[in-house]
């Protein structure tokens, strides 16, 4: 039996008689590739922005995975654009250097020293490795990802995040400060749509850090810069990976579609709780930005992407205008 070097690709020209009366699997492939056929034609040469986060980003194993899937769909016509996150490695690197965090409604409140560390953990490490993984896993097509944040070529302007927060005992609002956390204000996605529309296959990867008019850098999470680039570039699809299977309803059960009003009640109804509200007001901003619509998946299940953009079943929460 022979492979392709490095791949362990059977080629099929020299397999064994046993092998090709065994291959069933094969007829199966074929199926849900042809099956599949009518999706690949909706999203070919179309943008979709993926927002990869979570714990799933500190096993290897299932990093790989996704980089492979990225590549897949790059080399079936799409433009997949990664922003990512990394909040636990933040934290695991805060804990080495002795810095002590806390957190404000889901946000990291981010003095001098954790800005520091969340730029060198975003921009550095997580944001080049998760590149260098979509460039090893298309390396024979030569598909190849490129590390960039929002302080690169202007991408993404922010201003500081303001937050308020009332005194349970008088009842009296008043301003949190967050420190060097940012929310954007304008998105500049040029060199984004230039590395989509070059004839090389490029796969942006971005961190999640902007830069102010007055040129302070600050944090911001990973979601909402997904929304805002995803809304710039009027993408068709923004994928939010995370780690639940998708929207739960009042009866416990998975909701598979929705409207940006139907999103907007479940948070007023208080069935939306936790971290589901900051994901559904970031599906729900990007709807309203020209995002065709939104899908919150299970990114710890293999190929979610790809069952959710290939299939008519789907893999999560789909948000739309209507």
Do not use: C
Not at 22 to 50: F, H
Not at 61 to 69: G, T, Y
Not at 209 to 231: C, K, P, R
Request: glycine content about 12%; aromatic content about 4%; overall charge negative.
């Amino acid at each position: 039996m022979m492979t392709r070097p490095g791949l362990g690709i059977t080629d099929p020209l020299v397999m064994d008689e046993t092998e090709r009366q065994s291959g069933d699997r094969g007829w199966d492939t074929a199926k849900t590739l042809a099956e599949a056929l009518p999706y690949i034609q909706i999203y070919d040469r179309k943008t979709v922005v993926i927002k990869y986060g979570g714990h799933a980003m500190g096993e290897s194993a299932v990093a790989k995975q996704f980089a492979a899937d990225v590549v897949l769909l790059k080399l079936m016509g799409v433009n997949p654009v990664v922003v990512h996150g990394g909040g636990p490695q933040i934290s695991a690197m805060l804990d080495k250097a002795g810095v002590k965090s806390s957190f404000v409604d889901g946000l990291r409140v981010t003095d001098a020293d954790t800005m520091q560390v969340a730029e060198m953990v975003l921009s550095g490490a997580v944001n080049k490795e998760i590149a260098h993984w979509i460039t090893m896993a298309g390396r024979e097509a030569d598909v190849r990802g490129i590390g960039l944040s929002g302080k690169d070529a202007g991408l993404m302007t922010v201003e500081k995040t303001r937050r308020t927060k009332r005194d349970p005992d008088s009842m009296i609002e008043h301003e949190v400060d967050l420190g060097f956390v940012g929310e954007p204000t304008r998105v500049d996605p040029k060199l984004v749509v230039r590395l989509l529309e070059s004839d090389a296959d490029w796969v942006p990867v971005i961190a999640p850090i902007g830069v102010a008019e007055d040129g302070q850098t600050f944090n911001v999470n990973a979601d909402t810069v997904a929304g805002a680039l995803a809304g710039s570039l009027k993408a068709k699809r923004m994928l939010l990976l995370t780690d639940v299977p998708g929207v739960k309803g009042a009866d416990g059960e998975i909701i598979r579609q929705m409207t940006v009003g139907e999103a907007s009640k479940l948070i007023e109804d208080g069935i939306a709780t936790g971290g589901m509200i900051p994901k559904l007001q970031t599906a729900m901003a990007a709807v309203r930005d020209g995002v065709e619509a939104v899908v919150i998946l299970d990114g710890r299940r293999p190929h979610a992407m790809l069952v959710e953009l290939f299939t008519e079943h789907g893999a999560g929460t789909l948000v739309k205008a209507s």
